[in-house]
Antibody, heavy 122, light 107 residues
Framework: QLQLQESGPGLVKPSETLSLTCTVSGGSVDFSDYYWGWIRQPPGKGLEWIGSFYFGGSTYYNPSLKSRASMSGDTSKSRFSLRLTSVTAADTAVYYC??????????????WGQGARVAVSS | DIQMTQSPSSLSASVGDRVTITCRASQDIRNYLAWFQQKPGKAPKSLIYAASSLHSGVPSKFRGSGSGTEFTLTISSLQPEDFATYYCQQYNFYPLTFGGGTKVEIK
């Protein structure tokens, strides 16, 4: 059973960089067979797609984040990461990692991590 | 961006009821529509993809339909574990976008 687990600091100061990692476990996964995504949910609000990462190359980001987001991956450690720079209180949210069902960005998500709560505050 | 509009934003129903949630897209998204269930404090759970296909392990009480710009999620015979917030999401266009959610509460 595929499992995704987010990890990272629960508190980030304004103007600093938020860094989260998603570790994938549960069976042998060929990371190049899938796109891997990040989605966030501010307190009491809906879901927002941040972007999706492909180990084979292309990564797509939500333009609403104005180039503050970047993603990377490490197959040797079965994980991929999100960095969000110049954070403000508006970036306070639960951050989820998820897997697309294929190596196509335009395919649905099937598996989700449990979420990592991140607060931006001084 | 494609706007996804869900209605209603909330509804009250009783155990055993059948409920229908609507999701409208601002442009034709063919059948590139997914539905998710989220319970308080938990991660979303993928229910339906391609507008009407159930993910593995999802009970057949969940039924999705529609194409183009109008979609529905029907839940038959509501059970206590079905009370949750439901989201639709389009994956036909970049950026991927979600609806605002529909909260299904116990009457």
């Amino acid at each position: 059973q595929l499992q995704l687990q987010e990890s990272g600091p629960g508190l980030v100061k304004p103007s600093e960089t938020l860094s989260l990692t998603c570790t994938v476990s549960g069976g042998s996964v060929d990371f190049s067979d899938y796109y891997w995504g990040w989605i966030r949910q501010p307190p009491g609000k809906g879901l927002e797609w941040i972007g999706s990462f492909y180990f084979g190359g292309s990564t797509y980001y939500n333009p609403s984040l104005k180039s503050r987001a970047s993603m990377s991956g490490d197959t040797s450690k079965s994980r991929f990461s999100l960095r969000l720079t110049s954070v403000t209180a508006a970036d306070t949210a639960v951050y989820y990692c998820a897997r697309h069902v294929s190596d196509d960005l335009f395919d649905p998500f099937d598996s989700w991590g449990q979420g990592a709560r991140v607060a931006v505050s001084s | 961006d494609i706007q996804m509009t869900q209605s209603p934003s909330s509804l009250s129903a009783s155990v055993g009821d059948r409920v229908t949630i609507t999701c409208r897209a601002s442009q034709d998204i063919r059948n590139y529509l997914a539905w998710f269930q989220q319970k308080p404090g938990k991660a979303p759970k993928s229910l339906i993809y391609a507008a009407s296909s159930l993910h593995s392990g999802v009970p057949s009480k969940f039924r999705g339909s529609g194409s183009g710009t109008e979609f529905t999620l029907t839940i038959s015979s509501l059970q206590p574990e079905d009370f949750a917030t439901y989201y639709c999401q389009q994956y036909n266009f970049y950026p991927l976008t979600f609806g605002g959610g529909t909260k299904v509460e116990i009457k």
